[in-house]
């Protein structure tokens, strides 16, 4: 079946910095999209980042354009997410996710059909 691991996640504090990896397992990785989501205590899901197959195309949220960065190694079977210049806000559960039906990047939750179990970052000010 398909699994999603996602590791990195930890208390930091505020200005630094931590890399998410999340490992892929049962698809077709090298021809998912793959996005990175998070959700704050009492706050809905909202999208961070996404990539497509390649990586050649991502989006950021406007939150974390210019602090944040995903990437892929398809030989790997993993994404990453690499944050820099943390914020308090910053902090959440992040989830992993695939997208393994059409090549175009998105936004919205709905369309990722796998999820990983996610993991904290807690940023302290």
């Known amino acids: 079946q398909v699994q999603l691991v996602e590791s990195g996640g930890g208390l930091v504090q505020a200005g630094g910095s931590l890399r998410l990896s999340c490992s892929a397992s049962g698809l077709t990785f090298s021809s998912s999209v793959m996005g990175w989501f998070r959700q704050a205590p009492g706050k809905e899901r909202e999208f961070v980042a996404a990539i497509t197959w390649s990586g050649g195309s991502t989006d950021n949220a406007d939150s974390v354009k210019g602090r944040f960065a995903i990437s892929r190694d398809n030989a790997k079977n993993t994404v990453y997410l690499q944050m820099n210049s943390l914020k308090p806000d910053d902090t959440a559960v992040y989830y992993c996710?695939?997208?393994?039906?059409?090549?175009?990047?998105?936004?919205?939750?709905?369309?990722?059909?796998?999820w990983g179990q996610g993991t904290q970052v807690t940023v302290s000010s």
């Open positions: 996710a695939a997208k393994t039906i059409g090549a175009i990047l998105t936004r919205l939750p709905g369309r990722y059909n796998f």
